[in-house]
């Protein structure tokens, strides 16, 4: 596949490489940690493959350094492939921060491929496409969400989606900001209505792990006990767990982490890997560039790839 390189953009070999098992940590997982990586899992057999892959790096170059792309053949990376328990090719992983956030598998038309890496870009923090004339009033609604005025919050957010219904940062602040006001079953009927266009965004995954872990909170032990328990009994899984959701629930999220990340180096396969679950959970509530989502997908990442 050849590298294809748009007038004015960045040049094409800082953007889009092949990639290898002995190069995937550097590559991927550490270039990650500052600018979002598409991952293009291949081989050469591959018919689809062919037709996805320059379509993805046209994309890639369009977007003009905001993302970069590697090529892993997966003939020659099975253990990655292993990893990411990739079971058909063409797949496209997109990482942040060491973490797969979004991706798809089989061949997608032009359009679609254009808008998931606008997507990835956003869900990074970055400009894609034309730029959303509603930013200032989605900043503003979130301004009052963070100030505790969540009535407020959900009216702007609502005179948003008026305006464009398939706004996602609107939408998933408005799931959120029912999340504040305690209205949890609202606010997953919101959740449940959202546009198919955009059910799959990063902003609504981001609301629909902070309800879930509402709801969890609802259900959680006294912290005292539960640390008792796991003091008394480093190998309880159960209780360490139960008292990450606890901790969580009391709003000491980074101790959570470290309790999650502590019950992942002991047992990851422990409860179909509920500790990497949670911790998915935990980093896809927080926005991306929280120090406790940076900190915490470092760790894991080099317990993953070590």
């Not at 902070?210 to 008792?228: C, I, K």
Request: contains cysteine.
């Amino acid at each position: 596949m050849e590298i294809l390189n748009g007038a004015g953009a960045a040049p094409a070999g800082d953007l889009i490489k092949d990639g290898s098992e002995a190069t995937f940590m550097a590559d991927v997982v550490e270039t990650s940690q500052q600018v979002p990586v598409i991952v293009d899992f291949w081989a050469p057999w591959c018919g689809p493959c062919k037709t996805l892959g320059p379509l993805l790096e046209e994309a890639v170059t369009a977007a003009r350094g905001a993302v970069k792309m590697v090529k892993i053949n997966v003939d020659e990376a099975q253990a990655i492939a292993g990893q990411l328990r990739i079971q058909s090719i063409p797949t496209v992983y997109a990482f942040w921060q060491g973490q797969p956030v979004d991706g798809f598998q089989g061949a997608l038309p032009g359009s679609e491929i254009k808008e998931f890496v606008n997507r990835v870009v956003a869900a990074a923090g970055g400009e894609a496409g034309g730029g959303d004339q509603l930013g200032d009033a989605v900043e503003a609604a979130e301004e009052m969400l963070s100030q505790g005025a969540a009535v407020d919050a959900a009216q702007t957010f609502a005179a948003i989606l008026g305006e464009d219904p398939n706004h996602a940062a609107a939408y998933g602040g408005l799931v959120r900001a029912h999340i504040a006001m305690d209205d949890l079953d609202k606010a997953e009927a919101i959740l449940n209505g959202a546009p198919v266009e955009i059910s799959k965004s990063a902003e609504l995954e981001a609301a629909h792990a902070q309800l879930e872990l509402a709801r969890q909170a609802a259900d959680a032990g006294p912290v005292s006990d539960l640390q008792a328990a796991v003091e008394a009994d480093p190998d309880n899984h159960q209780a360490r767990f139960d008292l990450a959701l606890a901790l969580h629930a009391a709003g000491r999220v980074d101790e959570a982490v470290d309790q999650l990340l502590d019950l992942f180096r002991r047992d990851r396969e422990w409860n179909d890997e509920a500790a990497k679950a949670q911790l998915f959970k935990i980093f896809d509530a927080l926005k991306p560039n929280d120090p406790v989502v940076l900190n915490g997908r470092r760790k894991l990442s080099s317990m993953i790839f070590a």
